[in-house]
């Protein structure tokens, strides 16, 4: 995709997005409810044809402007949120709807094949009301690769499983794509499934992209405090940014200024991930103390919250400690920082953000209006 606007009415939902996919890699576009991502699928399918901008496939040009290829012409497979089964087909008949041109014995082999591919040949001669809600989900995803196409699109496609369940078929699903070599590019709101499932992740906000990267770019080098907060909760402390050090409530912290900001001291956002806390029992000479208010167990890790004198009020903080050391509520700790976890970032006079002085080539895409 290359600079794709696209919108309802006169409203533009999708601004400017432009993106890569190579072969065999599975892209997630992630983001909040309403941000563009699945608009952003339609158009890779062909169900919305996008008002600027150019679509290229093998080298290919499938849409630029109103000039599109139809969605059944871009050998494209798409598993949606609702399965979308049909009632009145077995399961084979429904594996077997996309490939319907194929000579009869060809026809039979593939769908067999699909299939065996998610584990369901056993259920070729059943209809899809009798089957569990897993079970559904897997013959969808052997009806969209029976027609063994180029790239598969996936629309929150575990978003109706439960907990439990939708752990099971992701990584199924996973297994079954990254076996066939099929580009994927799959819709979700949930960071935690974007890196389980995605070699290279999508973020979007407001129909615009705000970073793209591998899983660990994304979650240990965010471009901005929206790409931050979205990877789970942080702590946000303010920040005052001068030389290349940040005072915070907690200390000096390190922050590299940007270019032409080395002496004048500025408002700064220092945002700390919960996992970063260090805690030390016998706290050092002037290390920052924190005291702990409470104390919460939540299998792999203790959720720990911290109140630290901050002038006239109290900071409260959020800790996850893996290796919990035996202190009791209402002792006072020294706290430490794991470097890996904690972002700077200037503020600007409209209370927003931007990442400041990045390393070079630790953010894969930034949009400029960010």
């Known amino acids: 995709m290359r600079a794709i606007t696209h919108g309802y009415g006169s409203r533009p939902v999708v601004r400017d997005v432009s993106l890569v996919l190579p072969p065999g890699q599975l892209m997630c576009l992630l983001g909040p409810s309403g941000c563009g991502k699945t608009t952003t699928l339609r158009i890779a399918a062909g169900l919305e044809h996008p008002w600027t901008g150019e679509i290229r496939m093998g080298g290919e040009t499938v849409a630029m402007g109103a000039e599109a290829l139809p969605p059944e012409r871009r050998h494209i497979g798409f598993l949606f949120q609702d399965f979308a089964l049909f009632p009145h087909l077995t399961v084979a008949d429904n594996v077997g709807f996309g490939i319907t041109h194929r000579r009869r014995a060809e026809r039979r082999q ?28 897997r013959v969808a995803l052997a009806r969209a690769l029976a027609p063994e196409p180029r790239l598969m699109l996936l629309d929150e496609p575990f978003s109706g499983l439960d907990a439990r369940l939708r752990h099971q078929i992701r990584a199924e699903t996973f297994d079954v794509l990254r076996a066939n070599g099929v580009a994927a590019v799959m819709v979700t709101h949930d960071p935690e499934e974007a890196m389980y499932m995605a070699d290279r992740i ?14 660990a770019t994304l979650y240990h080098q965010p471009a901005c405090p929206f790409a931050a907060r979205f990877f789970g909760e942080i702590n946000e402390l303010p920040a005052r940014v001068r030389h290349g050090v940040a005072e915070t409530p907690l200390g000096t912290l390190p922050a590299p200024p940007r270019a032409g900001h080395r002496d004048a001291p500025r408002n700064a956002l220092a945002m700390i991930r919960p996992e970063a806390f260090v805690l030390e029992t016998a706290p050092q000479g002037d290390q920052p103390r924190a005291r702990i208010t409470a104390i919460r167990h939540l299998g792999r890790f203790h959720d720990v919250t911290l109140v630290i004198a901050d002038g006239a009020t109290g900071t409260h903080l959020h800790a996850h400690i893996a290796d919990m050391p035996p202190i009791p509520l209402g002792a006072e700790v020294g706290i430490g920082l794991k470097p890996a976890g904690v972002f700077i970032f200037p503020a600007d006079e409209r209370g927003k953000a931007a990442v400041l002085s990045p390393e070079p080539g630790s953010v894969s895409s930034v949009h400029p209006a960010l």
């Open 110 to 137: 593939r769908v067999r094949a699909a299939l065996d591919m998610v584990g369901m040949a056993e259920h070729a001669k059943v209809y899809p009301h009798t089957l569990s809600g897993g079970q559904q989900q």
């Open 202 to 215: 999508v973020l979007m906000d407001q129909g615009r992209i705000v970073q793209t990267g591998d899983p």
